[in-house]
């Protein structure tokens, strides 16, 4: 029988994930049989989830970062309204999300028994009246998204963590996309910048490790008590994450891709892949197409469905808004000439 082969990325411009860096593929290898999940027994890979959340607090602007490596952001997002819920002394929480934020706080809300609740947007941002006439003494969460899986929008954090505040609810803000481009961007989307409690930042999307490597970032040590269990049998006394048995992998992959690129390589990607966002932007444009964006990488253009139709057929691998946008991701794999190809097909039809 033929041995399966992955994709190739050459024509992927919809994903969020991309090719892992040299240097991560390297490290998830070897890590393969590891599970930080037992730090008891496998000791390194513990050591190296704890530099992992360092570097991940760097990215963010926190100090003292308490956090750990998930199998991805639902993962960290469904921890956050865990957290959120339990520290709460209501019957009956809610969290506030804007209606851009990602399904994964729908799976949360209905695990959880917590009512999410959708705020508007206003140019695909949270909007902050909205959000501060439906907060009540039941709101234990407000989520801002740091880079909208639709448009790559930034909300406005502050705003929103302020309100949080004010309501003593707790503070998320989903960075899962956008948390490896941001620092590198004029946004107010981190720990220094507002009083966030809680962030999910994704070191298998634009961080460029293996999957499956996620990221939860907290204030302080105190949140993920909220989530703590007892585990009598392990070395370790207790479990503050959702799955048991983790990707060492995922950990060791993570590391290895912040240590190569944070913050150069990083930087110099935000810059290449926003280049290459407006590149694209600019050429739909002059085809009379109507863009959102590039806030972040990622773009969103009036292309008729039959046009993704013919061009997915190509092998284009394009996707749709929930409006129906045709929606362009630009990750480090995506190249300026996998561009001008794309651009190319575009014109043949
Ligand atoms: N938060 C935001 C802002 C996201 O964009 C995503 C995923 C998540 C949370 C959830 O992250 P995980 O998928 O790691 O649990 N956004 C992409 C999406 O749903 C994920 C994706 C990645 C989709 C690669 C396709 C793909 O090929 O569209």
Same mark, same amino acid.
């Given at each position: 029988m033929q041995r399966a082969e992955p994709q190739a990325f050459e024509r992927v411009l919809s994903s969020m994930c991309t090719v892992p860096h040299p240097a991560a593929r390297e490290a998830a290898e070897r890590f393969l049989a590891t599970n930080p999940g037992d730090p008891g027994t496998y000791q390194t890979v513990a050591d190296l989830e704890r530099e992992a959340v360092d570097i991940l607090g760097e990215v963010a602007g926190l100090d003292d970062p308490a956090g750990y490596i998930t199998s991805g952001g639902t993962e960290a997002n469904i921890q956050a309204v865990r957290i959120a819920r339990n520290r709460a002394e209501t019957d009956d929480p809610n969290v506030v999300v804007p209606e851009s934020a990602h399904f994964s706080f729908r799976k949360a809300a209905e695990m959880l028994g917590v009512d999410i609740?959708?705020?508007? &947007?206003?140019?695909?941002?949270?909007?902050?009246? +909205?959000? *501060?006439?439906?907060?009540?003494?039941?709101?234990? $969460?407000?989520?801002?998204?740091?880079?909208?899986?639709?448009?790559?929008?930034?909300?406005p954090i502050p705003a929103l963590a302020d309100l949080a505040e004010d309501a003593g609810a707790i503070m998320h803000v989903d960075a899962a996309f956008g948390g490896f481009f941001l620092p590198f961007s004029d946004f107010a989307w981190d720990f220094e910048d507002a009083a966030i409690d809680t962030m999910t930042i994704d070191p298998h999307?634009?961080?460029?490790a293996a999957v499956p490597a996620g990221g939860f970032l907290?204030?302080?040590t105190d949140y993920l008590d909220e989530l703590t269990?007892?585990?009598?049998?392990?070395?370790?006394?207790?479990?503050?994450?959702?799955?048991? &048995?983790?990707?060492?992998?995922?950990?060791?992959? +993570?590391? *290895?891709?912040?240590?190569?690129?944070?913050?150069? $390589?990083?930087?110099?990607?935000?810059?290449?892949?926003?280049?290459?966002?407006?590149w694209l932007a600019d050429r739909l444009a002059e085809r009379g197409y109507r863009v959102v964006g590039p806030e972040l990488p990622l773009i969103a253009a009036d292309v008729s469905l039959e046009l993704v139709n013919q061009l997915r057929g190509r092998g284009w691998r394009v996707t749709k808004t929930g409006s129906?946008?045709?929606?362009?991701?630009?990750?480090?794999?995506?190249?300026?000439?996998?561009?001008?190809?794309?651009?190319?097909?575009?014109?043949?039809?």
């Open positions: 609740r959708q705020v508007p &947007t206003t140019d695909h941002r949270a909007d902050v009246d +909205a959000t *501060a006439d439906i907060i009540d003494d039941d709101t234990v $969460g407000v989520v801002g998204v740091a880079g909208t899986t639709e448009y790559g929008h930034v909300d999307k634009a961080g460029q907290a204030r302080s269990i007892d585990t009598p049998y392990l070395e370790s006394e207790s479990q503050f994450t959702l799955t048991g &048995t983790r990707s060492g992998a995922g950990v060791a992959s +993570a590391v *290895a891709a912040m240590e190569a690129l944070w913050p150069t $390589g990083y930087r110099d990607q935000y810059h290449t892949s926003m280049d290459n966002a407006h129906g946008e045709m929606r362009i991701v630009c990750m480090p794999h995506v190249t300026r000439s996998m561009l001008r190809s794309f651009v190319a097909d575009l014109d043949w039809y």
